[in-house]
């Protein structure tokens, strides 16, 4: 009932977000690329040379733990997060 009242308003919910710097190993950077899009990672640009991948975008704070975790993972931790609050934007979750 609240979600429809305030929809009915016009509020928008947003979520606070984290650009972000990853870099991977060329040979986990399409993994790593996945697993952030999964989450909901906007990524906005991908360099790569002969042995690493960089990673730059933004992701919801609510995954950044997560995001870090599966780096580690997928990457056997080679890989390297940098992130801050960049802001917010629009929440793309269904609100309860």
């Known amino acids: 009932m609240l979600d429809r009242a305030l929809r009915a308003a016009g509020t928008q919910l947003l979520e ?9 190993p060329t040979a986990a950077l399409a993994q790593v690329a996945a697993a952030l899009a999964a989450l ?9 040379d002969s042995a690493t991948g960089l990673l730059l975008g933004a992701i919801p704070v609510r995954h950044v733990h997560t995001a870090q975790q599966q780096l580690t993972n997928l990457t056997h931790g080679e890989g390297g997060w940098q992130s801050e609050l960049s ?9 309860p």
């Open 16 to 24: 606070p977000c984290h650009d972000f710097e990853i870099s991977t």
């Open 40 to 48: 909901g990672a906007d990524i906005r640009n991908t360099t790569t």
């Open 87 to 95: 802001g917010y934007r629009p929440i793309s979750a269904r609100v």
